[in-house]
């Protein structure tokens, strides 16, 4: 029997250390970023205000024509660090398939707990679907795809009939379970306990009724991030949800999310059901 233990959390969870020239990022989204908001013209509506925080604001990208339905993207960071501007390019592949796109920012750790910001991110897709009418399609990256994850494990940040349009999930290099962030250095700022673990790990609780969700991650991401979404694949099933996990190959954390700029790559055509 082969046992294996991890010993350094804190490179467990490190992702830049682990890629070739891995420290142009994030400073590598913001100039796509920026061209992409200039690009839509008048089809981005930036800073709309969803509560009274200062990073209570989220980005809408229309589609040319009426929208078919909203998509979410949840940013990452930890929690920590990030904001919404450096992803708008990634709303690129669903508006070109006719769906509005719906980028929030939220507070960041230590200003509030991770439960906080759940709650954040409840609000501010309720504010875009009230403007956005149709199906609802969330998706995120790391700290995000757990974002995304935990609007539709119950009890949801969402509002019954906001979650209720909830059509598909697509949480991306989730951390799904919060419990072994307690043993990094970070966790001096995010303050995760036992108590938040349990009330906040989507691999913890259950998904609402009728959850569909499909785990993307790199196959070339860290063993913890794989982990963590094979696990939360594997317990909603158990639990009722209709669920997939895909590993996409020669991807690793921070261009695992490249495709969603294509409308024709397979993680645009999953989150979208097509």
Known sequence: MDLRAITDWDDAYANAAHIA??????????????????????????????GDAPRNRYDLFLPEGSPRGLVVFIHGGYWLA???SYWSHLSRGP??????????????????????????????IAAAAARIDGPIFITGHSAG?????????????????????VA???PISVLADLRPLMRTAMNATLRIDDAEAAAESPALLAPLPGTRVTCWVGADERPEFRRQSALLANIWTGLGAATAIVEEQGRHHFNVIDGLEDPDHPLTRALLGE
């Open 95 to 124: 508006l070109a398939r006719g769906f509005a796109v719906a980028m929030p920012s939220y507070t960041l750790c230590p200003e509030t707990r991770i439960g906080g910001i759940a709650r954040e991110i409840g609000a501010a």
């Open 168 to 170: 598909h999930t697509v």
């Open 82 to 84: 990030l904001d919404k």
């Open 145 to 165: 795809g757990h974002l995304a994850a935990r609007m539709v494990a119950a009890p949801s940040p969402l509002p019954p009939e906001v979650a209720a349009r």
């Open 21 to 50: 020239g891995g420290d142009r990022w994030p400073d590598a989204w913001v100039a796509p970023a920026r061209r992409w908001r200039e690009a839509c013209g008048a089809r981005a509506m930036l800073d709309l205000p969803y």
